[in-house]
């Protein structure tokens, strides 16, 4: 698989140049962190070019503590004649969470996208119909993120020794 990591890295850093941020191997997969503003071009030239032509997996994360770069969207690709995979990552602030849409490049992105945006206010610039998919319209916030603590410490009906603590 390094091999894979070494010749993607090869052939994006010459098309894109400091648009890739990173190039890593991270548990048999190659890992490119990539410019949010370029996200769609690297993807579509993989797509075309290189035969990355499944979209497994598109989510969020939420780092609170990253400034300027709080949200983070993970995309996983599958090259499946050559059964090759890859992972991307691109990350965006709170203050715009802006990252186009793969809509128009994978149907399939359609969901991934709204379910991003319903957890973590992912903003999908060109999605077709960006709402909520899971929660309630009338949510005024994004559950996943890590802006709420776990318990409530006020909690007096359990017993920490019993969870380890």
Do not use: C
């Not at 300027?68 to 993970?74: A, K, R, T, Y």
């Amino acid at each position: 698989m390094a091999d894979v990591l070494n010749t993607l890295n090869e052939k994006l850093k010459t098309k894109f140049g400091s648009d890739i941020l990173s190039a890593e191997q991270l548990f048999d997969f190659p890992v490119f962190t990539v410019k949010k503003e370029k996200i769609l071009e690297i993807i579509k030239t993989l797509k075309e070019e290189e035969g990355f032509n499944f979209l497994t997996d598109l989510t969020g994360t939420h780092y609170p503590d990253n400034k300027g770069q709080e949200l983070g969207v993970i995309y996983h690709l599958h090259d499946m004649p050559g059964n090759r995979r890859i992972r991307l990552k691109t990350y965006a602030s709170l203050a715009d969470p802006k990252v186009l849409s793969l809509t128009g490049l994978f149907p399939g992105a359609n969901w991934m996208e709204r379910e991003t945006f319903d957890f973590y206010g992912v903003l999908f610039t060109g999605h077709p119909n960006l709402k909520r998919i899971l929660n309630m319209d009338e949510m005024n916030y994004f559950p996943m993120r890590r802006e709420y603590p776990m318990e409530d410490a006020k909690r007096d009906d359990k017993d920490n020794s019993m969870f380890g603590r």
